[in-house]
């Protein structure tokens, strides 16, 4: 008979969407851009480049790119052991890259500057999406209450500061 693995007890609970329903709206606005950009993102890596779908998806994931950058520099709290600096943690220096490579590799696109463009675009992708994403789900942030199964759904005590 064969024994299964443990499966660590953070993603072993359910994941609590009322967390997400707890949470004010500039929150939930940020989350559905980030998960709708990265979807996206994945799509344009993959599709044929220089196409006209490619063009008019890379605008919406400009758009959504956008929405995430600009709501997240409404959304900071002070999350335990996490240094901040003015209400802005270290998260926050991926808003700061992409506020900047954003709009560098759209004027590298229409440049037709291909390789600059590319490689903005999956920096991009990759810092303020990817890797920002991953740090989301670190302890104290809504995300990791939402896979560990930890239940704020009052919106008070635990999402006050992003609203502000």
């Given at each position: 008979?064969?024994?299964?693995?443990?499966?660590?007890?953070?993603?072993?609970?359910?994941?609590?969407?009322?967390?997400?329903?707890?949470?004010?709206?500039l929150v939930k606005v940020h989350l559905t851009a980030a998960v709708l950009a990265i979807g996206l993102g994945l799509v344009q890596l993959?599709?044929?480049?220089?196409?006209?779908?490619?063009?008019?998806?890379?605008?919406?994931?400009?758009?959504?790119?956008?929405?995430?950058?600009?709501?997240?520099?409404?959304?900071?709290?002070?999350?335990?052991?996490?240094?901040?600096?003015?209400?802005?943690?270290?998260?926050?220096?991926?808003?700061?890259?992409?506020?900047?490579?954003?709009?560098?590799?759209?004027?590298?696109?229409?440049?037709?500057?291909?390789?600059?463009?590319?490689?903005?675009?999956?920096?991009?992708?990759?810092?303020?999406?990817?890797?920002?994403?991953?740090?989301?789900?670190?302890?104290?942030?809504?995300?990791?209450?939402?896979?560990?199964?930890?239940?704020?759904?009052?919106?008070?005590?635990?999402?006050?500061?992003?609203?502000?």
């Amino acid at each position: 008979m064969r024994v299964p693995k443990r499966v660590p007890e953070v993603f072993a609970r359910e994941i609590v969407l009322e967390t997400l329903a707890g949470a004010p709206l500039l929150v939930k606005v940020h989350l559905t851009a980030a998960v709708l950009a990265i979807g996206l993102g994945l799509v344009q890596l993959i599709a044929p480049k220089g196409t006209v779908p490619h063009r008019t998806l890379g605008w919406t994931w400009v758009g959504l790119v956008a929405v995430v950058v600009l709501s997240s520099l409404f959304m900071h709290r002070a999350v335990p052991g996490m240094p901040a600096l003015l209400g802005f943690s270290p998260i926050h220096l991926f808003t700061v890259a992409a506020a900047v490579g954003l709009p560098l590799g759209v004027l590298a696109a229409r440049r037709k500057d291909v390789l600059t463009h590319r490689s903005l675009m999956t920096a991009v992708f990759a810092g303020a999406l990817i890797i920002a994403g991953l740090f989301s789900v670190s302890p104290g942030r809504l995300l990791y209450d939402m896979f560990a199964g930890q239940r704020h759904v009052d919106g008070q005590t635990t999402y006050a500061a992003w609203s502000r």
